[in-house]
């Protein structure tokens, strides 16, 4: 993609050289469509895991057991309280006009990125010693877990899909911008 765009800044003007207008406003709409997407999954994905890690030290603080709810209802503390939440922090964070304080934060990114690869390694051999799995059909339903039981279930095809397709979305997102991430660095 970089040896065909040439000198062009963005991948937009690539697509008016060699199709025309009708290409550069299809990629401009397609980009615009997936940044949407990417978003969307990226608020998904960010309220459902801080809804457990709010449910995670509700217990740890409050000795509590708190029941997750994910079924959107106000009536306890629930996903939709939680996804509530993370719109105002975004929005009370977005309406700030001077965010210098937040770019000299993402320059530490990596580090949590390491992290991150760490704990999925760490854990993933963790898991790989130490438990047993049994592949189930899509139709069966899991067991409950108990304290001591090494058995792990994995369902051939399940439902519930969304951070997969976060993850995709946020990946068909990065394609498009890569071409200037990669000239300016």
């Known amino acids: 993609m970089i040896r065909v765009a040439g000198n062009d ?17 299809c990629g401009f709409i397609s980009t615009l469509l997936i940044m949407v997407a990417a ?8 309220s459902s895991m801080l809804y457990y890690i709010a449910l995670a030290l509700g217990d740890w603080i409050f000795a509590k057991d708190f029941e997750p709810i994910n079924t959107a209802t106000f009536s306890q503390f629930s996903l939709s309280y939680m996804a509530i939440i993370v719109f105002l922090m975004e929005a009370l964070i977005t309406s700030k006009k001077d965010l210098t304080i937040f770019i000299r934060l993402m320059s530490y990114g990596s580090a949590f990125i390491m992290a991150l690869f760490v704990f999925i390694i760490g854990f993933g051999f963790f898991g790989i010693s130490s438990t047993h799995y049994e592949i189930m059909p899509s ?8 304290p001591g039981d090494d058995t792990r279930y994995i369902k051939l095809f399940n439902s519930d899909f969304s951070p997969l397709a976060g993850a995709l979305g946020i990946g068909y997102f990065l394609h498009t911008v890569s071409l200037p991430i990669v000239r300016n660095n």
């Open 9 to 25: 800044k963005e991948y937009f003007e690539t697509l008016y050289k060699y199709w025309g207008k009708w290409a550069y406003y």
């Open 39 to 46: 978003v969307t999954a990226y608020f998904i994905n960010l």
């Open 139 to 146: 139709g069966d339903v899991i067991p409950p877990y108990y």
